[in-house]
């Protein structure tokens, strides 16, 4: 079993930037290197929205619209951690951001929608004041 833990949510301005990190821990088999990873977020009253991926190399990444050049994934596997970079936030971005984990044995794969991941975090609160 793993446990992923977010931080770095907070109120921010709209223009302004934050970084989200994702540190995963647990049982020895349970390091972030093992699983391909992804954020989401989910605002009041919406569903929950992929925002983006990163394969377990750290070599594939992907994308929604919605954050596409705005948003930056990356991961330091030596630290057991994923990192969401959020440039230009604006107040639609405003929700609960998660990261997920999904235990893989390909080093490029990279999983798009929820029901594909295994592990979440408990969330953390983003919100982008107008």
């Known amino acids: 079993q793993v446990q992923l833990v977010e931080s770095g949510g907070g109120l921010v301005q709209a223009g302004g930037s934050l970084r989200l990190s994702c540190a995963a821990s647990?049982?020895?088999?349970?390091?972030?290197?093992?699983?391909?990873m992804g954020w989401f977020r989910q605002a009041p009253g919406k569903e929950r929205e992929f925002l983006a991926a990163?394969?377990?190399?750290?070599?594939?990444?992907y994308y929604a619209g919605s954050v596409k050049g705005r948003f930056t994934i990356s991961r330091d596997n030596a630290k057991n951690t994923v990192y969401l970079q959020m440039n230009s936030l604006k107040p639609e971005d405003t929700a609960v951001y998660y990261c997920?984990?999904?235990?893989?044995?390909?080093?490029?794969?990279?999983?798009?929608?929820?029901?594909?991941?295994?592990?979440w975090g408990q969330g953390t609160q983003v919100t982008v004041s107008s």
């Open positions: 997920a984990g999904k235990l893989t044995v390909y080093r490029s794969r990279i999983a798009y929608t929820d029901n594909e991941y295994d592990y």
């Open positions: 647990g049982r020895t088999f349970s390091t972030v290197s093992t699983y391909a």
């Open positions: 990163i394969s377990k190399s750290g070599d594939s990444t």
